[in-house]
């Protein structure tokens, strides 16, 4: 058997997942401004297909069984989905704003895993799931000072949907992450939201500029990677635990924001940030040890 992995650990790895995530949204928005939200994804995942599949391929895999197939499809038939929802209105909302408001999905998250994973949301998780969403709060608070035209509105609406299947879809990663390698996640994700998106292809896709190819290329790189990173996180933590590095994110937008596109940061970005660093700062120190679920009992 495998020695057991510090929490803590499971938790930095984590929050360095979202990291890199959230420097390829930055990626992203400049290609979705550029080639539109269909086209910027859709060329994006066929370049992760290279990205992800070589490794894949080179570790000789088993097919994996069909219980697990089911939980690689489903999941990525909701992260395509996730996926283009936020895209769609990041490029058309501030990262900073586009990401505090998807922050109502770890929300969500810790009420579906007691309800689907049957976890236990103990009252220190509680606490920092309460304290970073008042950073969030005081986030929009900020936002709604500012005049928002009709492309922002819509924007906003569609990365509130989106945050919906986004929840779904971190109770998916746990239950994925407990009987497939990081390896694997990362491929079926990939293969399987490429999927989606070519069904519309026909209609819709068009081949980008050469000089978009390195972005596409750096994005789907640095997707892989997370999709890797946070698959082993969830692994080795239960998602309740995990949930909250999520909200690191936002600092990661507020500098991505500022520095590619100058998008300027106020003070009540400021003061919910801090709120949203002192709750991921809480649930790390929740305890030395987070029980891992039986794997079988994951499989739905």
Known sequence: ????????????????????????????????????????????????????????????????????????????????????????????????????????????????????????????????????????????????RAELGPQAFWGAIAILASAVFYAWNIILMRQQSLVAGAGEVAFFQTIIVTAVYLLAAPWLLVAPPLSEVPALILAAMLATASLFLLSWAYRHAEASYLAPTEYTGFLWATLWGWVVFGERVSLFTVAGAALIVGGCILAARRRDHAPVADSEAQLP
């Open 1 to 144: 058997m495998s020695r057991p992995v510090s929490p803590l650990l499971a938790f930095a790895v984590a929050a360095l997942g979202i990291a890199i995530f959230s420097s390829m949204d930055a990626v992203m928005k400049g290609l979705v401004i550029g080639l539109g939200a269909y086209n910027a994804l859709t060329w994006r995942m066929l370049a992760g297909t290279v990205v992800s599949g070589i490794p894949y391929a080179l570790s000789r895999p088993r097919m994996p069984p069909r219980a697990v197939l089911r939980i690689h499809l489903v999941r990525g038939i909701v992260s395509a989905i996730m996926a283009f929802l936020f895209f769609w209105g990041l490029g058309r909302v501030p990262m900073a704003q586009a990401i505090a408001l998807s922050f109502i999905a770890p929300i969500i998250a810790l009420f579906l895993a007691a309800l689907i994973l049957k976890e236990r949301i103990t009252r220190a998780t509680a606490i920092a799931t309460a304290m970073a969403f008042a950073g969030v709060l005081v986030i929009l608070w900020g936002q709604a």
